[in-house]
């Protein structure tokens, strides 16, 4: 495997209905290595229109030809070719992703051998999509639904794990019958264009799948306010999430939204505390912080806050950072430049709020312009805003508690809801705080595990709507409901029934 630094400038261009095409805009812009801070690829600055004809090719595909005419059966196929070729070429995949995104090569590694999982489920469904018969409640009719494809949908990327997060969306949409306009993250364009190979490799038709790279918001802002997308799947921010629903309310394009947290990882005093600080590291240092996931409150029974602490702080100071692709390291940079500047902001912060750093803190110069330490900080309390604001960098606020009560209040107190973690050998205790807890997901003694088959999503503003799961196709899919008249039986025009 080529390291990241011996990698040739490689120059793209976009995917639009089955063609390889230059931007309208005439232009291209460079994509870094957040590692070295070598440009590695140079990709179009796609603008709208070149959304446009992107939607037009999606639209056109969706509407008419051998995708729209095809069974879920000859859909099936398709995704499962693609799983094959994914299956085949996951190295050279994460690779692209480590490569834009800084994130341990391991890591990328890990979640590209699983991404044919979501291709080969999803694959199963596409022609079990099955609509009811409605018992009717007169009997000159018979009432049956269908599931139909919403239509075009046009996804929105994160630059923390671009082609995973548009798997959630490609898998579940590609099998209900939809066609797709993904605009990947500014900061991580490549990986998605390979993917596109990918995708002509494996004969999905001109038009199902379209690219369009940008170096600016302006392709994802037109892509979301075009009037000619059916839904929008977006992962990102809560904040550019809100900004979106005010463009497309004026289309009322329904949205699904896959936000950030400010997620609980809750530790009770009879906890295996070996096994959890393990799933606090795991929880806030993997990916330097950058998941949406992030256990970036660690809420500790005040019994064994010190012990804990100690067990932690000594752990972390033994982390490894250095480059991505090096099988020694546990850390690599942050992704970008104004992810960077923004850990740094946060750190301000905190210590501006009166908490105190007990490890890290610290920028990294001396391993690469954008190395951040791991940090832990403690005297936190749940209001000041290293608590409340979402981070997303390597940087853990510490929060006591005493009773299960006052741990339940101040997990839920937050606007987030993506995820949590409860540890405790309590059988009876597990079960209860995951029941009370606010959030999309929660793991009793463990972290940060995502599957094909179970529903992921947010409550509160962590988002709407869920991915993952037998339900996610029902995300791209509407339902329509039949009524046949069995008898040829005239009413009374002027009521309804
Ligand atoms: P971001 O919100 O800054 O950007 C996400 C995408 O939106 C990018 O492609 C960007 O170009 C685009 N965008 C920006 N403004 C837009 C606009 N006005 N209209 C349309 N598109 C626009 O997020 P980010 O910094 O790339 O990613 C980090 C965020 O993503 C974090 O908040 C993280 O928690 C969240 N995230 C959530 C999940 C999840 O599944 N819940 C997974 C990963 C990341």
Not at 200 to 209: M, T
Not at 316 to 324: A, C, D
Not at 473 to 488: A, F, M, W
Request: glycine fraction near 10%.
């Amino acid at each position: 495997m080529a390291s990241m630094t011996e990698a040739p400038i490689t120059t793209y261009q976009l995917y639009i209905d089955g063609q390889w095409v230059d931007s309208l805009s005439g232009k291209t812009y460079e994509s870094t290595n957040p590692f070295d801070g070598r440009v590695w690829a140079r990709v179009p600055d796609g603008n709208a229109a070149d959304v446009d004809r992107a939607v037009a090719a999606a639209r056109k595909a969706f509407k008419t030809g051998p995708w729209a005419e095809m069974t879920g059966r000859g859909r099936a196929k398709l995704m499962r070719r693609l799983a094959d070729i994914l299956a085949r070429d996951y190295e050279a995949l994460a690779l692209a992703e480590t490569t834009d995104n800084g994130k341990l090569l391991r890591e990328s590694l890990g979640s590209a051998a699983s991404w044919q999982d979501w291709y080969n489920y999803f694959s199963g469904m596409a022609d079990k999509i099955e609509g009811s018969t409605v018992p009717s409640d007169r009997k000159n009719f018979f009432v049956y639904t269908r599931h139909e494809p919403i239509g075009v949908v046009g996804a929105i990327l994160p630059w923390n794990s671009p082609i995973l997060l548009l798997t959630f969306k490609l898998a579940p949409g590609l099998a209900a019958g939809c066609t797709f306009v993904v605009k990947p993250s500014e900061f991580t364009p490549v990986s998605t264009l390979e993917f596109a190979k990918r995708m002509e490799e494996a004969g999905f038709p001109p038009g199902v799948f379209n690219v369009v790279t940008g170096g600016t918001a302006e392709a994802g802002r037109a892509l979301v306010q075009h009037k000619k997308i059916d839904k929008i799947a977006f992962t990102g921010s809560a904040q550019t999430a809100v900004a979106i629903g005010r463009s497309s309310i004026e289309n009322l394009t329904p949205a699904t939204y896959e936000l950030g947290g400010k997620s609980p990882n809750i530790i009770f005093d009879d906890a295996n505390l070996d096994a959890a600080v393990n799933g606090v590291l795991a929880g806030i240092f993997a990916a330097s912080g950058q998941t949406c996931m992030a256990g970036s409150r660690l809420l500790v029974h005040e019994g064994i806050h010190d012990a804990l602490l100690e067990r932690l702080v000594a752990r972390t100071k033994t982390i490894r950072l250095g480059s991505p692709t090096s099988p020694d390291s546990e850390m690599g940079p942050l992704a970008n430049r104004p992810q960077f500047e923004k850990v740094m902001y946060y750190l301000k912060v905190a210590e501006s709020e009166g908490a105190q750093v007990v490890c890290g803190g610290k920028a990294r110069p001396d391993i690469g312009e954008l190395f951040v330490e791991p940090t832990i900080v403690v005297g936190v309390r749940n209001d000041m805003r290293i608590a409340t604001e979402e981070v997303f960098g390597p940087v853990l606020s510490v929060i006591r508690f005493s009773t299960e009560e006052e741990a339940i209040e101040i997990a839920n107190d937050t606007r987030y809801g993506l995820a949590a973690a409860v540890w405790t050998e309590n059988i009876r205790r597990a079960h209860r705080v995951a029941h009370a807890l606010e959030a999309g997901t929660v793991w009793i003694n463990a972290y940060r595990t995502v599957a094909h088959n179970a529903p992921f999503g947010g409550y509160k503003m962590s988002g709407w709507g869920r991915e993952n799961g037998i339900d996610a196709v029902r995300e791209y899919t509407q339902t329509k409901s039949v009524y046949i008249e069995l008898e040829g039986a005239t009413r009374d025009p002027f009521v309804l029934g």
